[in-house]
T-cell receptor
Framework: GENVEQHPSTLSVQEGDSAVIKCTYSDSASNYFPWYKQELGKGPQLIIDIRSNVGEKKDQRIAVTLNKTAKHFSLHITETQPEDSAVYFCAANPTSGNTPLVFGKGTRLSVIA | DTGVSQNPRHKITKRGQNVTFRCDPISEHNRLYWYRQTLGQGPEFLTYFQNEAQLEKSRLLSDRFSAERPKGSFSTLEIQRTEQGDSAMYLC??????????FGAGTRLSVL
């Protein structure tokens, strides 16, 4: 089955700097890769996703890149703000969202004002 | 679109008791998923439904766990004879087939 590794487990950045979180996956059949943000006491909230027919996707300060050959994908947050502080999870899915997601262990991002 | 609703938000129980959680998915979402999340980990899949049919169960779902979605709308997750190792956040998500999974706020279970 699919296995998703996520790094780093914790990340501290100064406000205004960029943050990068990286994930690798094992199942070459995976073709859907969402990223979720989880704040304390809340459920995961989707912030961006990418499908395997696309190499990069951007939404304002957030971007995701995908390298299918290397089986890794990354989340990039630019101009970080204190409200970006949260736990971020990457996930992979072999059937474009039709079946359960396999999550990484999460990255706790702290943005220092 | 009122979002995925889960009740209760918190549940404290004694070891050996039974507990039941409820999930109300987003209206018209035909898929409903249950995940479990322990401290410092990502959500782990438990089971999922398409309409009222339970399509897959994880090996994490022991015989003490049962889930239902009787009319293809809300779902319940029951844990019988709870153990301390069952303490976790239980998350529900829903989606239209092939699309984004939206999560509820979860039910935090503490087994004393």
């Amino acid at each position: 089955g699919e296995n998703v590794e996520q790094h780093p487990s914790t990340l501290s950045v100064q406000e205004g700097d960029s943050a990068v979180i990286k994930c690798t996956y094992s199942d070459s059949a995976s073709n859907y890769f969402p990223w979720y943000k989880q704040e304390l006491g809340k459920g995961p909230q989707l912030i961006i996703d990418i499908r395997s027919n696309v190499g990069e996707k951007k939404d304002q300060r957030i971007a995701v890149t995908l390298n299918k050959t290397a089986k890794h994908f990354s989340l990039h947050i630019t101009e970080t703000q204190p409200e970006d502080s949260a736990v971020y999870f990457c996930a992979a899915n072999p059937t474009s969202g039709n079946t359960p997601l396999v999550f990484g262990k999460g990255t706790r991002l702290s943005v220092i004002a | 679109d009122t979002g995925v609703s889960q009740n209760p938000r918190h549940k404290i129980t004694k070891r050996g008791q039974n507990v039941t959680f409820r999930c109300d998915p987003i209206s018209e979402h035909n898929r409903l998923y249950w995940y479990r999340q322990t401290l410092g980990q990502g959500p782990e899949f438990l089971t999922y439904f398409q309409n009222e049919a339970q399509l897959e169960k994880s090996r994490l779902l022991s015989d003490r766990f049962s889930a239902e979605r009787p009319k293809g709308s809300f779902s319940t997750l029951e844990i019988q004879r709870t153990e301390q190792g069952d303490s976790a956040m239980y998350l529900c998500a829903s989606s239209r087939q092939g699309n984004i999974q939206y999560f509820g706020a979860g039910t935090r279970l503490s087994v004393l």
